[in-house]
T-cell receptor, first 113, second 110 residues
Framework: DTEVTQTPKHLVMGMTNKKSLKCEQH?????MYWYKQKAKKPPELMFV???????INESVPSRFSPECPNSSLLNLHLHALQPEDSALYLC????????????FGQGTRLTVV | TQLLEQSPQFLSIQEGENLTVYCNSS?????LQWYRQEPGEGPVLLVT?????EVKKLKRLTFQFGDARKDSSLHITAAQPGDTGLYLC??????????FGQGTRLTINP
């Protein structure tokens, strides 16, 4: 199994809503990542987890809250988002932190209204 | 901060033509990766190049890592509509991060 699975594929939420994005991998990878990708731009790193501990927070606003319940799961909790947060949110995993060959999920297309 | 510059940013060619996409940096990278991303999907890893001067082939795609490990190129022979997508080069920055180029949006017209 070389897949990273993200749910939901599409999400529309209001600015007062609370929602969560989910990511799952069963490759035994120990590093997991959240990226944000705006249209016609490359992915931008948001968070890095290594062995279920937050390793990097790229100065992301607190309205985005990551969580890594176990080595296979990664969540991104969303609260009080702004329309400019609308983007494709990508989850990725690597076998370990130093390994940069990333496996990406298909992404969640988020629209904030 | 290590930057990767890709060129061209956009490329539209006819089926059957050849093309080359470039990824350049002023910094040395221990490795570079190439990804392809289709609309609404996540990037898919195509190849990793590690050794300066290395050439790797993936069917009609040929990847090269510069001798000084500061640049890489992707050459596609006899392009097909299925090659359409966003091509991203990426390399490690520090111990924990992957830095991406701006991408080359490739369109192959039938």
């Amino acid at each position: 199994d070389t897949e990273v699975t993200q749910t939901p594929k599409h999400l529309v939420m209001g600015m007062t809503n609370k929602k969560s994005l989910k990511c799952e991998q069963h490759m035994g990878h120990r590093a997991m990542y959240w990226y944000k990708q705006k249209a016609k731009k490359p992915p931008e790193l948001m968070f890095v987890y290594s062995y279920e501990k937050l390793s990097i927070n790229e100065s992301v606003p607190s309205r985005f809250s990551p969580e890594c319940p176990n080595s296979s799961l990664l969540n991104l909790h969303l609260h009080a988002l702004q329309p400019e947060d609308s983007a494709l949110y990508l989850c990725a995993s690597t076998s370990r932190l130093m390994n940069t060959e990333a496996f990406f999920g298909q992404g969640t297309r988020l629209t904030v209204v | 901060t290590q930057l990767l510059e890709q060129s061209p940013q956009f490329l539209s060619i006819q089926e059957g033509e050849n093309l080359t996409v470039y990824c350049n940096s002023s910094s040395v990278f221990s490795s570079l990766q190439w990804y392809r991303q289709e609309p609404g999907e996540g990037p898919v890893l195509l190849v990793t190049v590690v050794t300066g001067g290395e050439v790797k082939k993936l069917k009609r795609l040929t990847f090269q890592f510069g001798d000084a490990r500061k640049d890489s190129s992707l050459h596609i022979t006899a392009a097909q509509p299925g090659d359409t997508g966003l091509y991203l080069c990426a390399g490690p920055q520090g111990a924990q991060k992957l830095v991406f180029g701006q991408g080359t949006r490739l369109t192959i017209n039938p």
